[in-house]
């Protein structure tokens, strides 16, 4: 029961950030890939399926780190972001060493969701009103 709530809560998070997040990729090329891997192996992982993110962890390590401040368009360059540009980068490292070390799919997942979580923060700091 515990799991379908959490599953529920990430749905609900995900629709109501999904203008956000939309709003990210048509600014931000480079974020474009990365989101695309992200939300495949997580939407998958919620379903018990952890084989996308054991097959991609290295391509969603390879694509966090093409992005950078550089290539973040100005409006975005706020510290709050970058932070959470940094997090989502160092998260990514992190899954593909878990990945790489045989970790549990509970472990994987944890990472995963923690991914997601700054994956949508870094997407609703981007959209705030300056």
């Given at each position: 029961m515990k799991i379908i709530k959490s599953l529920l809560a990430f749905a609900a998070i995900f629709s109501m950030n999904?203008?956000?997040?939309?709003?990210i990729l048509e600014a931000w090329p480079e974020i474009k890939n990365y989101h695309n891997l992200m939300t495949k192996?997580?939407?998958s992982a919620q379903k018990g399926d952890f084989i996308p993110i054991k097959n991609h962890a290295n391509f969603l390590f390879e694509n966090a780190e093409k992005l950078c401040v550089e290539n973040m368009p100005q409006n975005f360059r706020q510290p709050k972001t970058i932070e959470a540009l940094v997090k989502l980068k160092r998260e990514s490292k992190s899954i593909k060493e878990l990945v790489e070390n045989k970790a549990s799919n509970n472990e994987i997942f944890e990472t995963l969701k923690s991914?997601?979580?700054?994956?949508?923060?870094?997407s609703d700091l981007c959209c705030?009103?300056?």
């Amino acid at each position: 029961m515990k799991i379908i709530k959490s599953l529920l809560a990430f749905a609900a998070i995900f629709s109501m950030n999904s203008g956000n997040a939309q709003v990210i990729l048509e600014a931000w090329p480079e974020i474009k890939n990365y989101h695309n891997l992200m939300t495949k192996s997580f939407k998958s992982a919620q379903k018990g399926d952890f084989i996308p993110i054991k097959n991609h962890a290295n391509f969603l390590f390879e694509n966090a780190e093409k992005l950078c401040v550089e290539n973040m368009p100005q409006n975005f360059r706020q510290p709050k972001t970058i932070e959470a540009l940094v997090k989502l980068k160092r998260e990514s490292k992190s899954i593909k060493e878990l990945v790489e070390n045989k970790a549990s799919n509970n472990e994987i997942f944890e990472t995963l969701k923690s991914i997601h979580h700054t994956f949508v923060k870094m997407s609703d700091l981007c959209c705030q009103k300056r």
